[in-house]
């Protein structure tokens, strides 16, 4: 644990590497710092990433930004289960392959996801100079395939991470999303809705 870390009272659970080869093939590798990341933190990294992602293209002006929040409302659209497919859903795997062996050599998204007590987490993230808007919408939706693969025989965490992107969006029609604070705000009220705790 760094200095920061003690000072903002944060713990580092994982850190994330979202890699795009030349094929146009997307994975996910993570990487954990504790014994144990529990489900629900593969959803929370996911609604935290993504609320990034849509903050820096620049919600609501960004046409990728609004690309980004549609294609979560694509995905959340009916139940989610262990065979749904978020590229599919969102009409662009014509596009975009998600592989489960994540690509070794190519364009990657990485960061850092930290715990701050039990309700709050924190997210940093690194962009590469050389990544596309696209890559970047797609890259959330990469993290939520991920979500879903790590959750796929827990029907009651797929309900929950389901429930969590509806809220998301939910949040961001409401008219939540146009400051900073959206990035920690819009997820965490997104999933404790989404577990009855709001």
């Given at each position: 644990?760094?200095?920061?870390?003690?000072?903002?009272?944060?713990?580092?659970?994982?850190?994330?590497?979202?890699?795009?080869?030349?094929?146009n093939?997307?994975?996910?590798?993570?990487?954990?710092?504790v014994?144990?990341i529990?489900?629900?933190?593969?959803?929370?990294?996911?609604?935290s990433?993504?609320?990034?992602?849509?903050y820096s293209?620049?919600?609501?002006?960004?046409?990728?930004?609004?690309?980004?929040?549609?294609?979560?409302?694509?995905?959340?659209?009916s139940?989610?289960?262990?065979?749904?497919?978020?590229?599919?859903r969102?009409?662009?795997d014509?596009?975009?392959?998600y592989v489960?062996?994540?690509?070794?050599?190519?364009?990657?998204?990485?960061?850092?996801?930290?715990?701050?007590?039990?309700?709050?987490?924190?997210?940093?993230?690194h962009?590469?100079?050389?990544g596309?808007?696209?890559?970047?919408?797609?890259?959330?939706?990469?993290l939520?395939?991920?979500?879903?693969?790590?959750?796929?025989?827990?029907?009651?965490?797929?309900?929950?991470?389901?429930?969590?992107?509806v809220?998301?969006?939910?949040?961001?029609?409401?008219?939540?999303?146009?400051?900073?604070?959206?990035?920690?705000?819009?997820?965490?009220?997104?999933?404790?809705?989404?577990?009855?705790?709001?």
């Amino acid at each position: 644990m760094g200095i920061i870390d003690v000072i903002f009272g944060r713990t580092k659970i994982l850190e994330f590497a979202i890699t795009f080869d030349n094929k146009n093939n997307v994975g996910v590798n993570i990487s954990p710092f504790v014994p144990e990341i529990l489900g629900p933190d593969f959803i929370r990294l996911w609604a935290s990433y993504e609320a990034k992602i849509i903050y820096s293209l620049g919600f609501p002006k960004n046409m990728s930004a609004l690309m980004a929040l549609g294609s979560v409302g694509k995905v959340a659209g009916s139940d989610i289960n262990k065979k749904t497919n978020c590229f599919k859903r969102a009409k662009i795997d014509d596009v975009v392959n998600y592989v489960t062996d994540s690509p070794t050599v190519g364009t990657i998204f990485t960061g850092e996801f930290y715990a701050k007590g039990s309700f709050d987490r924190l997210i940093q993230t690194h962009f590469p100079i050389g990544g596309t808007e696209q890559q970047i919408v797609y890259s959330g939706l990469a993290l939520m395939q991920y979500a879903i693969n790590v959750n796929s025989e827990d029907k009651e965490a797929l309900k929950v991470l389901k429930d969590t992107a509806v809220n998301f969006v939910m949040l961001y029609e409401g008219g939540m999303g146009k400051s900073i604070s959206a990035i920690s705000e819009i997820p965490k009220y997104a999933y404790m809705k989404a577990i009855g705790l709001m």
